[in-house]
């Protein structure tokens, strides 16, 4: 559950900022497979990855943050 979370933010701020996923990954140095199941949901990424992805998106690591409920 909370994977999802992170997940559709992420593909969300990716897609603001007109990545895609190939070009995201790539930027990233992660395979697009990897940052498929991220975006689904499937895989939490961990905190380093997580620095990364805020960093490359320009977004805050609280922006990136989901809501708590």
């Not at 990545?19 to 497979?33: A, M, N, P, R």
Request: proline content about 4%; cysteine-free; overall charge positive.
């Amino acid at each position: 559950m909370e994977a999802e979370k992170w997940g559709r933010r992420i593909r969300a701020y990716r897609k603001l900022k007109g990545y895609t996923q190939e070009g995201f990954s790539k930027e990233l140095g992660i395979s697009v497979s990897i940052l498929g199941e991220i975006e689904r949901g499937n895989r939490m990424p961990g905190q380093e990855l997580l620095n990364r992805i805020a960093a490359v998106l320009r977004v805050s690591l609280k922006d990136l943050t989901p809501p708590e409920e």
